[in-house]
């Protein structure tokens, strides 16, 4: 009752069916009338709107099939459809290939791939990283998908694994194999040196060369069939690989058919016949030769052979077989082209011959290097064997022929062994395999019109596989019912066990077979007889056809197939003339066709084992001739072979977890995208996957998770059944609405569904929701028609308005017109009139205007003439003054250039004098400093003379310019009397001359008075006209003056705005450059890191290896850090070597290898002892030594305290000179202050006289300092005076030894060294002192020569001024004062500095004398201890009492204390701890102040010893913590802090802006660490680097999880039904990521980088590159899943997008570039959203997405899924708009984002405002060693 309810409830009028059709297999039809339980016919219309009746089959009344909803069509797994049929399946598969371009599909656990004919872009690296580490069911179906899924399942449940790819030739399985392989090789990798995952790719072009050819059906068809073993270690990476093959169809050698080829290699090398290497082998076109020629196709489109054979040779020089192997190899295929050439001719009926010199043969025997007589003896002939004798028989030319095709395929069976053996070889290493995953491409189920024993073969195989996959699939049903604990019925299924009985089991077709080979007689037809016999009764899948008694009929699974017995005991003996074997085993010249023909037992398997000691199974199928010839006829059969090899592969697939590719052929034609019904219905009844649909239709194939039902179907429900228990709820909602309970099952988390169920829960959801939207629409409409209404309304009230406004506003205007015409003509009048007065006014101007224009030009004349002649005299008199003046000038300075001379030499005499009596004193060395005193004072009287003289040369200058003013007065005066003479008889003469012109100009007026007035009229005429013409040309020039502005506008402002793009342009490409450069070099940085770590690891591997070995030390472990990354010594350089030598080995190494390396270790480890004994040798010699020279010490000692006090006098004078110099200073400073540059308030002499008074007070010091010395000094020597007398008088006996002592001959000898070593040292001094003299003896030389300079350029300035008026004269000595000021306070600034620099030399010297006297003082005390000697009172260290003074930012430690800083500050430092309690950046500002006094102290080993424990720690931690984000974080934070010290105390000016005056005093003054600062900037961007990897690792897994999946917005997004493949839940679960979490996360990186201090700049680097990680993935997911492609997913994102847009700005960031990142997410997410329908929208769409590709827009198009009835599929032709708007767009054809990419990092300088002074080092640090200075 209830199924007639719901058969009524489904079949109503508008449902959807498919009914059976001869063309399209199925059509689609809709009811037009509802179907009632008794009716024999459905009343039905097509979709071209035909209208059938469709009867139903009385016997079963059998409905036809239900058509799925269309928010289910498309699915990505067919056991998603709630309708499980044939028809579904095919129009799923069929939508998603030719609508979405889709080729994968699930079917359950099977992936159907459908050939697409056209190369697509989907099997990138960028794809492959997007699939791996995903589940199976969370991207869109993908044979990467498939691939990872075997990979995972390999390494979770440490099971071996199978990919099966099956399909009929040209439907894509060989491609499909090659990209699971290139999947492994890409994501594992390779453990050894030899890079076994190319090798494993570069199998696939040599076994396509040989194995593959063109048929038919396909232009690379396999025609062999491979199983690929691909073994993984314990870390599953790749170690190598095996390949067993599978029946090759050798007849293809010898026979083609129509548009068919041989094996490519044939013709790769024919194309490659003119290459010189290959002229030895004489070939030709592939037309030339019978074996290439009978397919009439030689050539396929789209192929250059010549570049494949390239290719070919490349793979094979890869896999180790070398160039003379590959010649060979050539050579044998081209003696099989020439074989084949070889014509044999009748000589009668039973013989045949072959006719003397074929040039074919003799090409074919010196190929292969046999004789060409006993071949062609052979070929025609046979040997026969009795009991007794031995017969040689002559055969007729058509067993002839066959001989030599069966020889040619022997050939090259053997020539094919050979080759997949050496790639086996080459494939195989000596690690130890863990596990494998194998791929198999072998041929699927095959039906031709005339099928043979390969077809058999074939189809044979394809009977194994199909049970093995029934009962896999039988098995995961049942283990899924059972693990739901629901109820488990036998769902009966097809076993084809029988028919595989049929063919292997005995009495079967293959030992019938195998027994007729064996029968002396036997022959195809006996062999047909016996099959009937045997089988036509018995068995019902054996049938006979009826007009054929030479085949036979198999029911196999997939179709029934005729089978021609003509060739099966042909093809299963696999028969070959032995003597024609063995003229070839007989070959001299050919060593590798012998090594073909080797015996079996001779040969190694492909694993390096003998066959059956338990390695792998020979691959390939070879006869086996091991035996001796009495046993031949127990030689196996091909079919016997096949049988074993195909069990063998069973067994191993049995053993192995299998994954399932079903390849189909959509088109006969290789169209691309077309797909032809019939054909695909074909291969999904042959390939097994709609027998996998009906397995799953039979149970339960829907399958929901409780929150899932409750979330899809909450809209059946009411209120009160809603529970808090959902699956409580679900239960009774499903009571209610489901009254069958066999329909449906609850199970622990899921609840079961029949076939057919969810589309009916989807009717009813679809019809609630209908109704609600109906009610929706009605009101909304009812307010729409009264919003209509209300504006109708207001439109004709306001049109009313209008009109009456408009008919009052026109009379208004008739009104105004009138009034207006009136004025016109009024003022029209008054125009003319005025114009007619206006020409006659003008017509007298112009007479008036010519009359005085004439006479205006004559006075203009006699005036010009006037003005020339007085200009020539002024000039020429100028000139005779200028000359005298020059001369006089001249005298002048050469009588002042003659006084100067002779002064000049009686000072240099006087110079001289004094130089002489200068060396005396040197001479003499007496009297220098009296010297110098008297050389300053008389500077001081030549300053004095110099201002006296300056005294009186401004008096001479005062009154000379007053006589100057008073001759140029006397001077200006006579020149204005004898001007005004001048001009007086100029004027009489002119005045003569005018009154005779105008005589005559009067008489020519009077003349000329009538013509001008003729003139005038006829001038009047023409003007007016002129007039006119010119207002026209006015007119017309004004036009094209507009148009040509107007045009000069629009260019500049193109010009400017083509600049302003073009500077925009050139400015985004140098940043581009410029990022791309960062980008390269931080690349580089990072291999740099990776080959560094590489290198560490292999270095700890091999010293964890030498460990184990008797009498090895380990190396200490602080020996790295402490080595510098610029200087290596010999050792380090030579374990370098032996470590990359060893990671060049180290994966595959074997024996020999191994044992070079330990030995190059032993003589490295005894280089490295000899080295140690003799640094202790060395050491011991130090000591001694120094034992040595601390007794010279104490004998010199009394020398060293004389000494010291000559030093101390030196310091003493050279403190005077330099403070009697400070004193000079400040007198001159203060003497020019009245000058005004250097006045006592002007902010210069304030910074000089604080440093004076700086340098003033540390004199001081320093003098108390030698005053405090000197005493110390002297009581001392007291002291030990004191104490020696003491030891005299107390004990006489032991003076007397140490007299005795000192008499030895030996002792005064020492004794005589030490005072030669002191008179020496003495001597030094001396002349160190002597020199310093002579220096400055030369520096006064040189001042006073400056001097005289100085007095030159006065007087000649001088000379100039008196020359100059006195305004500029004024001006003249200012500038020059001002520029001798300038000088002089740069000099001054000179001395200061220099007098800086001697008082750090000074402070250096003081502090070396004082640790001499401390050790002096230790000295005395261990000297009193020896034996002899006695000490009453110990000589305690000076201390030199200092007077208290600030620190000076600087840490000093001990060089035995640097491996405890590095260690407690770095190693071993929590960062937690020093982020929370100290300031950020403490570590770095301790290691810069260590720094800043090794600078300080000059220790420059110090230095670099630090800087490089430093690095090397910093390196260390990371790699030990690396993946922790607060440790890398602090680490960058501190480097980078760090990196600013060194460059804002680096004395750089560009570093040096931001300082405070204090700081700029802290600076580096000994050491450029420039170089260093490259180091650390690597560094810190090694660090920035390894913090992005770690917050990656951490944001990975929740970025699709809390961006795409989980459901921000509860209840928009609806949840669809699922296949068998799960997907996540969109439901948020305990312990699934959420957005919050994502944001959490994010705000835990900002936090811990804030605490750590780092630089904001840096801070928004990271936040961007976070951001583009997080939009990158998401949209990276998106492109790959289908389900997320919905207008509700849309809104998830763009909201998902606000919230991190939120989260910027609370956080200060919208600013740093993070947005943008995004910009490429939030286009797709509006892409989702907006409509999809017309032309506009296309233009709206292009407009829009800018950030996102063709590739990804016209994927998300395909992609877009309808969650709901009531959203619409985006159409091929509006997807094909899009494609052709975008068409000229120039962009990448990448379709997913680089999530690897790395924006290169920068760092900006940013100084500190911290005082280093104030730093504390806090106790928990325990660095209590460090001593602030």
């Not at 037809?525 to 018995?538: E, I, R």
């Not at 070079?1156 to 080295?1171: I, M």
């Not at 990419?1797 to 405002?1809: A, D, G, K, L, Q």
């Amino acid at each position: 009752m209830n199924m007639n309810r719901e058969l009524e409830y489904m079949f109503v009028q508008r449902a959807r069916v498919w009914i059976p059709d001869a063309e399209e297999v199925w059509k689609s039809a809709e009811l037009t009338k509802d179907f009632k339980n008794g009716d024999a016919s459905l009343q039905l219309m097509l979709e071209d709107g035909t209208s059938i009746e469709h009867k139903l089959d009385p016997k079963t009344k059998n409905l036809p099939y239900l058509r799925n909803p269309d928010i289910l069509v498309g699915e990505n797994d067919l056991t998603a459809l709630s309708y499980l049929h044939e028809p579904a399946v095919l129009h799923n598969l069929k939508v998603r290939f030719i609508d979405s371009k889709l080729i994968y599909t699930y079917c359950g656990i099977v992936l159907v791939a459908i050939n697409p004919y056209e190369t697509l872009g989907i099997y990138g690296t960028d794809i492959i990283n997007a699939y791996s580490g995903q589940n199976m069911g969370d991207m869109d179906p993908h044979i990467f998908a498939v691939a990872e899924e075997a990979y995972k399942q390999m390494a979770r449940d440490e099971r071996n694994q199978s990919i099966i790819v099956s399909g009929e030739s040209g439907a894509g399985k060989t491609v499909s194999a090659k990209y699971a392989m290139r999947y492994f090789a890409t994501v594992s990798g390779s453990t050894s040196e030899a890079n076994v995952e190319q090798k494993v790719l570069a199998s696939n072009p040599i076994m396509e060369a040989i194995g593959n050819a063109k048929t038919t059906r396909n232009d690379n068809s396999s025609r062999f069939g491979k199983y690929i073993e691909i073994g993984f270690d314990t870390r599953y990476r790749i170690i190598g690989a095996n390949m067993r093959t599978y029946l090759l169809e050798k007849s293809r050698v010898v026979f083609q058919a129509d548009e068919e080829r041989n094996y490519h290699i044939f013709y790769q090398l024919c194309a490659s016949s003119h290459l010189p290497e290959f002229k030895t082998l004489k070939l030709s076109s592939a037309n030339d030769f019978l074996y290439t020629r009978q397919g009439r196709s030689p050539v396929i489109h789209g192929v250059d052979d010549t570049k494949e054979l390239s290719t070919t040779r490349n793979a094979f020089t890869l896999l180790g077989i070398n160039e003379s192997y590959q010649m060979g190899l050539f050579q044998v295929l081209a003696a099989i082209l020439h074989l084949g050439n070889v014509e044999i001719k009748d000589k009668d009926s039973d013989s045949s011959l072959i006719p003397p010199n074929n040039r074919h043969l003799t090409a074919f025997c010196e190929l292969v290097g046999v004789t060409y007589q006993d071949m062609s003896q052979w070929l025609c002939h046979r040997k026969l064997k009795t009991a007794t004798e031995t017969y040689i028989k002559t055969l007729p030319r058509l067993q002839a022929t066959n001989a030599r095709d069966a020889l040619a395929k022997h050939i090259y069976a053997k020539l094919f062994n050979w080759i997949v053996e050496h790639v086996n070889k080459a494939l195989i290493t000596n690690i130890k395999q863990h596990s494998f995953i194998g791929v198999l491409d072998i041929y699927g189920f095959e039906t031709f019109e005339i099928n043979s024993f390969e077809q058999f073969c074939i189809n044979y195989a394809n009977e194994k596989l199909q049970q093995q996959f029934n009962m896999h699939v039988f098995k995961l049903e049942q283990e899924e019912y059972m693990k739901e604990q629901i109820p488990w019925t036998l769902i009966d299924f097809y076993d084809n066990q029988p028919c595989i009985n049929l063919i292997e089991a005995k009495m079967g077709i293959l030992d019938l077979l195998d027994e007729e080979c064996k029968m002396p007689k036997g022959s195809d037809d006996s062999w047909a007889q016996k099959l009937y016999n045997t089988h036509l009764k018995t068995c019902s899948l054996f049938e006979k056809p009826r007009m054929s008694n030479r085949a036979f009929i198999i029911q196999h699974f997939a179709d029934k197939v005729e089978y021609q017995c003509e060739g099966f005991l042909e093809k299963n003996k696999d028969t070959v003339n032995e003597d024609q074997i063995n003229v070839l085993k007989a070959s001299k010249k050919f060593d590798l066709l012998v090594e073909l023909f080797q015996d079996e037992e001779k040969t190694t398997s492909p694993t390096g084992q003998v066959p059956g000691t338990g390695g792998r199974t020979r691959l390939s199928i070879k006869p086996d001739k091991g035996r001796d010839k009495s046993s031949k006829e127990h030689k196996k059969t091909v079919g016997c072979q096949f049988r074993n090899s195909l069990q063998m592969l069973m067994d191993t697939l049995n053993a192995t977890t299998p994954h399932y590719v079903r390849c189909i052929k959509p088109n006969d034609f290789k169209l691309a995208f077309s797909f032809d019904p019939k054909r695909a219905v074909q291969q999904l009844r042959a390939c097994g996957v709609l027998e996998t649909i009906r397995i799953s239709a039979a149970g339960f194939p829907s399958r929901w998770t409780y929150q899932e039902f409750f979330s899809r179907y909450r809209v059946l429900m009411k209120q009160k059944d809603v529970l808090s228990d959902k699956k409580l709820t679900c239960r009774n909602v499903l009571e209610k609405l489901v009254q069958d309970q066999d329909k449906y099952q609850f199970g622990k988390t899921k609840i079961f569904f029949r076939a057919g169920q969810v589309a009916y829960l989807e009717k009813l959801r679809a019809d609630k929701l209908r109704v609600a939207c109906i009610r929706i629409q009605k009101t909304i409409r009812c307010w729409l028609a009264r919003k209509k209404y209300l504006r109708k309304r207001s439109a004709a009230i306001t049109i009313q308005r209008f009109t009456r406004g408009y008919q009052a506003r026109c009379l208004a205007k008739f009104m105004r017109r009138t009034q207006a015409a009136t004025i016109i003509q009024k003022y029209q009048r008054m125009c003319m009139e005025r114009k007619r007065y206006r020409q006659k006014q003008a017509a007298a101007l112009v007479m008036q205007t010519i009359l005085r224009a004439y006479m205006a030009r004559q006075k203009y004349q006699g005036l010009l003439r006037e003005h020339n002649a007085v200009i020539i005299q002024k000039r020429v008199r100028g000139w005779l003054a200028r000359c005298w003046y020059k001369r006089c000038l001249v005298s002048l300075v050469y009588l002042q250039c003659c006084f100067r001379r002779m002064k000049a030499r009686r000072e240099l005499k006087k110079l001289k004098i004094e130089a002489r009596s200068v060396e005396h004193f040197k001479k003499l060395n007496k009297g220098m400093e009296n010297k110098i005193m008297q050389l300053q004072r008389r500077i001081d009287e030549q300053t004095k003379d110099n201002r006296s003289i300056n005294e009186k040369l401004v008096s001479l200058e005062t009154s000379s310019t007053a006589e100057r003013e008073r001759m140029r007065g006397e001077l200006s005066r006579l020149r204005g009397v004898e001007e005004d003479a001048k001009n007086k008889g100029n004027q009489v003469t002119s005045l003569l001359e005018q009154l005779e012109k105008l005589k005559k100009e009067l008489s020519s007026t009077q003349k000329e008075k009538k013509t001008i007035e003729d003139w005038a009229q006829t001038y009047r005429d023409e003007m007016e006209k002129m007039v006119s013409e010119l207002k026209d040309q006015n007119c017309s020039l004004k036009k094209e003056k507009d148009d040509l502005n107007r045009l000069i506008q629009e260019q500049s402002q193109q010009m400017t705005e083509k600049m302003a793009r073009a500077i925009v342009e050139k400015t985004q490409q140098l940043e581009t450059d410029l990022n791309e450069e960062r980008s390269r070099y931080q690349n580089l940085l990072t291999e740099h890191l990776r080959l560094e770590e590489k290198y560490d690891d292999l270095k700890e591997a091999m010293v964890s290896s030498n460990v184990s070995k008797p009498g090895h030390r380990r190396t200490d472990s602080t020996h790295s850090s402490n080595e510098s990354e610029y200087t290596y010594n010999s050792e380090y350089a030579e374990l370098e070597e032996g470590s990359r030598a060893a990671e060049d080995v180290t994966r595959g190494m074997d024996t020999s290898l191994t044992l070079k390396l330990q030995k190059r270790l032993t003589e490295l480890e005894q280089e490295k002892q000899s080295l140690r004994n003799e640094l202790e040798n060395r050491e011991d010699q130090f000591q001694r030594a120094r034992a040595r020279d601390d007794v010279e010490f104490k004998k010199a000692r009394g020398a060293e305290l004389e000494y010291e006090s000559l030093k101390r006098q030196e310091l003493e004078s050279e403190n005077k000179k330099l403070k009697h110099d400070l004193a000079e200073i400040r007198r001159s400073l203060l003497g020019n202050a009245a000058t005004g540059a250097g006045a006592p308030g002007s902010p210069a002499y304030k910074v000089v006289l604080e440093q004076l008074n700086a340098s003033c007070e540390e004199l001081e010091v320093r003098k108390e300092e030698v005053l405090i010395l000197r005493s110390q000094l002297v009581s001392q020597k007291e002291a030990l005076h004191h104490k020696d007398e003491k030891e005299t008088m107390t004990e006489p006996s032991t003076y007397v030894e140490d007299v005795s002592k000192l008499k030895d001959a030996g002792e005064l000898k020492q004794a005589y060294i030490g005072l030669k070593d002191t008179n020496r040292l003495l001597e030094h001094q001396l002349q160190t002192q002597r020199r310093s003299y002579d220096s400055e003896v030369e520096s006064l030389r040189g001042e006073l020569q400056n001097v005289k300079e100085e007095n030159n350029r006065q007087q000649q300035l001088l000379a100039q001024n008196l020359q100059l008026p006195p305004e500029a004269r004024i001006e003249a000595s200012l500038q020059h004062e001002i520029t001798r000021l300038t000088n002089e306070n740069l000099d001054l600034m000179e001395q200061l500095e220099k007098q800086d620099r001697t008082i750090r030399k000074l402070k250096k010297q003081l502090k070396v004398y004082s640790k001499r006297i401390g050790e002096m003082g230790a000295g005395q005390t261990e000297g009193q201890t020896s034996p002899g000697q006695m000490v009453d009172e110990p000589i305690h260290p000076v201390n030199i009492p200092r007077r208290e003074k600030d620190f000076q930012g600087m840490l000093e430690y001990k060089k035995e204390d640097e491996l405890k800083l590095v260690k407690n500050l770095i190693l071993e430092l929590k960062p937690r701890g020093v982020a929370v309690n100290l300031i950020p950046g403490l570590p770095a500002y301790i290691l810069f102040m260590c720094l800043r006094h090794a600078d300080y102290v000059n220790d420059d080993q110090k230095v670099r010893t630090l800087l490089t424990s430093t690095i090397n720690s910093i390196k260390k931690i990371l790699k030990k913590r690396g993946d922790d984000f607060e440790t890398v974080s602090f680490w960058l934070s501190n480097t980078c802090r760090f990196l600013h010290c060194l460059k804002q105390y680096s004395g750089d000016e560009a570093f040096m802006k931001h300082n405070t005056q204090r700081q700029n005093e802290h600076t580096l003054s000994n050491f450029d660490l420039a170089e260093y600062r490259q180091v650390i900037s690597d560094l810190a961007i090694q660090i920035y680097q390894q913090l992005i990897k770690c917050m990656e690792n951490i944001l990975q897994p929740m970025i699709v999880s809390g961006m795409l999946e989980h459901e921000t917005i509860q209840g928009v997004s609806g949840v669809k039904p699922t296949g068998l493949r799960k997907r996540t839940s969109s439901i948020a679960d305990e312990g699934t990521y959420t957005l919050d979490s994502i944001l959490r996360q994010l705000s835990a990186f900002h936090s811990t980088m804030c605490q750590h201090g780092t630089d904001p700049e840096l801070i928004k680097q990271v936040v961007k590159q976070q951001f583009y990680i997080i939009g990158a993935v998401t949209l990276n997911n998106l492109l790959l899943r289908k389900d997320m492609c919905s207008w509700s997913k849309g809104m998830q994102i763009r909201y998902n997008v606000s919230q991190l847009e939120e989260w910027l700005r609370d956080k200060g960031l919208m600013i740093c570039g993070a947005k943008e990142t995004l910009e490429p997410l939030i286009q797709a997410a509006q892409l989702l959203q907006v409509k999809k329908k017309t032309d506009e929208d296309a233009e709206a769409i292009c407009s829009m997405c800018l950030a996102l590709t063709t590739a990804q827009i016209v994927k998300v198009l395909n992609l877009y899924t309808p969650v709901n009835e009531f959203e619409e599929r985006v159409s091929v032709a509006f997807i094909r708009t899009i494609q052709t708007r975008l068409r000229d767009r120039c962009e990448s054809p990448q379709l997913l984002m680089d999530t690897k990419m790395i924006y290169p990092v920068t760092f900006p300088f940013n100084p500190s405002s911290l005082a280093l002074e104030t730093i504390q080092i806090p106790s928990s640090l325990n660095l209590s060693f460090l001593t602030r200075v």
